[in-house]
């Protein structure tokens, strides 16, 4: 349809609820889960590690699931604009979203890169990280995969894999710190700008193509991973391994750490926050059922990570020193720690200042169901409290980040790794300052515009019954004085 002058275009939405319902799955299934979480299970308590897990799924993701998908349905609009539609006043926490997501693409990119560098690899005869005889390989290289090899237990010490050295010598290049930049690596920078390409061509003409693209994203995916899962079980040893990696440790749940970290896996796997969820219900249909559609994700997230437990090779970056800048990013400007800080603002902004009530008598127009008295008790008082009481664990348990344990950053790259942090949690309070500096009028005037939500947005059934009511009374009052006179 062609864009007549002085008309606005038709944002678009999903072809079907089967584009919506496969886009978010691969968000369900993204590096929050397969990446982060056995690593966060396994380092926590084991099996000890689910209870605040679920802990967390309750009282905090399953409650902003819903809220931010049901945002984006009932406004269209995208993670700032809605916003500005909702409550003006908590419109920093889009453009803090923003900045989050900003941060991710710049270095999750790269884990993409790395992939690809190892899938070409993939197709030698003899594949490069399976033996020792590598011009990047050490003296001290062992291949573990070898039938005839005899290790004692001071040369597995001493030694490093034929996988850790391709990963490091190769892949990486690493050089001793982030203070040495080296050289560019070509083969990884040639992967990254293919991926860009690729990436781009997914997103180009928006939801039309996005919801092609995930009929493949994120089904194939789940495909690997299921494949995966049963070459696991099938291997020597497996029933011990899993029994292993899940033995509880009931003792880890007195560590706050161990809360507070699986506080931030629920964000990372939900992908709260940052509006994602928010963009993506947009292009739903006003009367779409996203109250079924998120008790459904929520559950097949927690299968999913609670089902499948798989070895993830930490592919890597452009630079020799590029890994010390990547983990810098994750620790600092893309951290746990920024995403419960923003959902603190965003339960308390819809919660309190848009209304519990109100938002359930959206979700209720939108839907024909409302929702568990539950999702009130959260979004008003649990979410908020959980997610702060969080937060300031994750401040007052902070430890400087370290690579490999041995590796000390410098002075500036920890200042670095504040001022990214800093830049996204700031943007909610300067940006509600800025605003009742910028507003004119009093500021009680100026508080009650920035808490007041769009006039232009959909009327509930609700809102239209008040409505005729209130203009029924008016009518009568009117008709009651003229026959008085």
Known sequence: MKKIKGQIEERGSWGSKTEFILAVAGIVIGLGNVWRFPYLCYKNGGGA????????????????????TAMGQYTQE?????????????????????????????YYIIILAWALFYFIFSFSSQLPW??????????????????NLTLNRTMLINSTTSVTEFWRN??????????QVGKINWEILLCLIAMWIICYFCIWKGVKSTGKVVYFTATFPYVMLLVLL?????????????????????????????????????????????ASLTVLGSYNKYNNNCYRLVQYYCIISSIFVFGIYFKVVMLYCDLQGGMYVFQLF?????????????????????GWIFGAERMFDVIEDMTNSRPNYIFMLCWKYLTPLVSLVSFVCSLVKYKPLTFNRWYVYPDWAYALGWLLALSSILLVPAWALGQLIVVKGSLKQRWRHLCSPDKNLPVTCKQQTEIQENTLITEMEVLVKCDTN
Request: aromatic share 14%; proline share 5%; hydrophobic share 50%.
């Open 49 to 68: 590690f689910l209870i605040p897990y679920l802990v967390f799924v309750v009282t905090c993701g399953v409650p902003l699931f819903l809220l931010e």
């Open 78 to 106: 995208g993670g700032i604009t809605c916003w500005r539609r909702l409550c003006p006043l908590a419109e920093g926490i889009g453009y803090a979203g923003q900045l989050i997501i900003l941060y991710s693409c710049m």
């Open 130 to 147: 399976d033996s020792c005889d590598n011009t990047w390989n050490t003296a001290d290289c062992v291949n573990l995969a070898a039938n």
């Open 170 to 179: 190769r892949v990486l290049v690493l050089s001793d710190g982030i203070e």
């Open 230 to 274: 049963i070459r696991g079980l099938t291997l020597p040893g497996a029933l011990q391994g899993i029994v292993f990696y899940l033995y509880p440790e009931p003792a880890r749940l007195f560590d706050p750490q161990v809360w507070m970290e699986a506080g931030a896996q629920i964000f990372f796997s939900y992908a709260l926050g940052t």
């Open 330 to 350: 994750d620790y600092y400007a893309c951290s746990g720690a920024c995403l419960l800080f923003l959902c603190v603002f965003e339960s308390l902004a819809m």
